[in-house]
């Protein structure tokens, strides 16, 4: 039963990397960039939370959408003020410093408003626990709840994506950015869309994060958001499947990794299945292979 | 008064200066070319008129309104579509979702069904393959797709770039047959080629065009009998 136990944990684990995943790969597939400060919306989303909770009182449900929204108008903003200016920039450089620039920036302002001492999540699930088999599988309610989401946003994102307008403006600016301002497709309201979608998203991963491992600082989101973003490049960097699927097993490895190898090398093992995947594959399990058009 | 007006254009890459000064103009209802060899500056002409590239100087007057100053994207629904270069189809989406994304600013929706209906009437290729990947089409139903694609947002001018490149000699003719029925429904055409005989032999007027700066410009007829544009693009 250990072995069951393990993979649903991973699951569990691989779940929320998915979730982040989804915004990394998303605003790469559409803006062509790597947003490394997404795993730091996903702290301000959870210190959001325990605020709302503790300080304002909130309800959980309310604080939550709070969370989501700000979250939102968060990551609209970190487009528009620093990423916008340099759409046009010769370099992808000048991008990625100024994404790891604002990195820093969230974790500083975190630290100033909050500071470094680590806050005690607050329970905002409440879900039984799942006793099976007689006692010999049990399943956290937070778990179900994480797997359950993740499978609602895959799906909801899927749907979007293919079933309406904005979602095939999305896609057709991740194809062809100009062929798309041709057939009247706003670039920029796409990509702050985009952000939109992913900011939101980070909100819910802090959220389900905190719950399964509740300790919050203000680095809480740059590990997981570095192992999400090895979760988008291993699943094929611009793929929804791909930042689903390599989420998981992401997660799964991590946990394995920790449990029949040794926890100390559980990171390192993850990142050496991500080398050697993309030795075999460069981009990705279910990356696009890039045809050159003549 | 021309349906489309350039005055002095003149468009950089960084330092290097691409248009130097043009300008030319086309009436409604005409097929005007542009033609020159490659790297004379038809692409980047293009794309300044549909705001992908901004002039560093000049006006684009269409219908009476400023272009430069409009996004790229704004300009389809003012009544102009572009086929880009090289098709730029969607790859990843089918032929008709590629239709479908020609008809995306319009707002009359229950005719757009009408617009695809005439399209697949044009092209009887692409109704066949509406369900196919448009990536995994040959170069020439791209073509087609493309300029499907375009007529779909219901233009009243559209700017070809170069829709013979790269098809064999049959598939030159049909498109440029197409063209021209495009042209005798009533949509004035833009057609930048290298093919010059080709377009020339369509055309009411043309431009010559030599690295950003026209050489040249008169009657296509009287372009088609010139002595030096014979010897230079013509290859006679
Ligand atoms: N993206 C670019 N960056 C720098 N120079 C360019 C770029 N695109 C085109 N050029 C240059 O501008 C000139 C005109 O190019 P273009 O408009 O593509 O010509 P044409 O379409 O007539 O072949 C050429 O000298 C070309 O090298
Ligand atoms: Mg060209």
Redesign the pocket.
């Given at each position: 039963m250990s072995f069951i136990s393990y993979l649903k944990d991973g699951i569990s684990l691989g779940s929320i990397y998915a979730i982040i995943a989804l915004g990394y790969t998303m605003v790469y597939g559409i803006a062509k960039m790597l947003n490394f400060a997404h795993g730091d919306v996903i702290m301000v989303g959870a210190f959001v939370i325990l605020a709302a909770i503790t300080k304002a009182g909130l309800s959980p449900l309310l604080s939550i959408i709070l969370a989501v929204v700000l979250c939102t108008v968060l990551g609209i903003t970190i487009e528009m003020v620093a990423y916008r200016p340099l759409r046009k920039a010769s370099s992808n450089l000048a991008v990625l410093i100024t994404a790891i620039g604002v990195s820093y920036l969230l974790q500083n302002v975190a630290l100033l408003v909050f500071g470094a001492d680590a806050k005690s999540f607050v329970t905002v699930i409440n879900v039984p626990t799942l006793v099976l088999f007689d006692g010999q599988l049990t399943i956290k309610g937070i778990t179900i709840v994480t797997i359950a989401a993740c499978i609602i946003i895959m799906c909801g994102l899927t749907l979007f994506v293919n079933k309406t307008k904005p979602g095939h403006a999305m896609k057709a600016v991740s194809e062809d950015r100009d062929a798309a301002q041709l057939m009247g497709v706003n670039v920029n309201s796409t990509i702050s869309l985009t952000f939109a979608i992913g900011s939101g998203l980070a909100a819910i991963a802090g959220l389900l994060l905190c719950s399964a491992y509740p300790t919050l600082t203000p680095y809480t989101g740059a590990m997981p958001g570095i192992k999400a973003f090895v979760a988008a490049v291993f699943g094929g960097i611009g793929s929804i499947p791909g930042a689903m699927i390599g989420g998981i097993l992401l997660g799964v490895i991590e946990i394995f990794g920790k449990a029949y190898i040794s926890s100390q090398v559980a990171d390192a093992i993850v990142f050496a299945v991500l080398i050697i995947v993309l030795l075999v594959k460069p981009t990705g399990l279910f990356g696009k292979n890039v045809q050159e058009k003549v | 008064m021309a349906m489309l007006e350039i005055k002095d254009l003149e468009v950089f890459?960084?330092v290097?200066q691409?248009i130097k000064g043009i300008s030319f103009k086309v009436n409604e209802g005409e097929v005007v070319a542009l033609i020159?060899a490659?790297?004379?500056?038809?692409?980047?002409?293009l794309q300044t008129i549909t705001g992908l590239l901004s002039p560093k100087k000049g006006n684009i007057i269409f219908e009476g309104q400023e272009l430069t100053k409009i996004p790229a994207h704004k300009i389809v629904s003012l009544g102009m579509a572009h086929v880009p270069?090289g098709r730029r189809v969607f790859a990843q989406f089918t032929v008709y979702q590629n239709l479908l994304m020609g008809a995306y600013t319009r707002k009359d929706k229950n005719e757009i069904e009408a617009s695809l209906a005439a399209v697949y009437k044009r092209f009887p290729r692409l109704e066949e393959r509406k369900n196919q990947i448009a990536g995994t089409l040959s170069g020439g139903e791209q073509q087609m797709l493309a300029m499907g694609r375009a007529l779909m947002s219901k233009p009243r001018i559209i700017l070809m770039d170069e829709p013979s490149m790269g098809l064999s000699p049959i598939l030159v003719n049909e498109i440029f047959d197409i063209i021209q029925s495009v042209s005798a429904s009533g949509t004035t055409v833009l057609l930048?080629e290298q093919n010059a005989k080709k377009a020339l032999s369509i055309a009411d007027r043309a431009y010559v065009?030599e690295t950003?700066k026209i050489v040249q410009e008169g009657k296509a007829e009287a372009l088609l009998n010139d002595d030096s544009i014979k010897k230079a693009y013509l290859g006679e």
């Open positions: - | 890459y960084g290097i691409a020159g490659n790297g004379a500056g038809k692409t980047t002409i270069e930048v065009l950003g």
